[in-house]
């Protein structure tokens, strides 16, 4: 079955960075567009960086610039490195694929929460 493991996230102050992970099963992972969301505290979740097949990337607005999301197909895997870390980045981290969330059939990982505070 279709499955996403996140790791990666902590606390950072300000400025700082991190790296997330998140491994992918169960389905054909070279030839999806995977993307990263996260879900700030009493906010929905929303997408902030997506990679297709092909690896054209697309960033929200919000974190141009700062974050760069990557895949390596080998491992199944696909990451998002995070610099020059907000307050307002804080929030749990999930990936997945858009076609399986815009199917609805999407299956979420636990997520990764990333903080950033002083």
């Known amino acids: 079955q279709v499955q996403f493991v996140e790791s990666g996230g902590g606390l950072v102050q300000p400025g700082g960075s991190l790296r997330l992970s998140c491994a992918a099963s169960?389905?054909?992972?070279?030839?999806?567009?995977m993307a990263w969301y996260r879900q700030a505290p009493g906010k929905q979740r929303e997408v902030v960086a997506t990679?297709?097949?092909?690896?054209?990337?697309n960033y929200a607005d919000s974190v141009k610039g700062r974050f760069a999301i990557s895949r390596d197909n080998a491992k199944n895997t696909v990451y998002l490195q995070m610099n020059s870390l907000k307050s307002e980045d804080t929030g749990v981290y999930y990936c997945?694929?858009?076609?399986?969330?815009?199917?609805?059939?999407?299956?979420w990982g636990q997520g990764t929460q990333v903080t950033v505070s002083s």
């Open positions: 169960g389905f054909r992972f070279d030839v999806y567009n």
């Open positions: 997945n694929a858009p076609t399986f969330v815009g199917r609805g059939e999407a299956v």
């Open positions: 990679i297709r097949f092909s690896d054209t990337t």
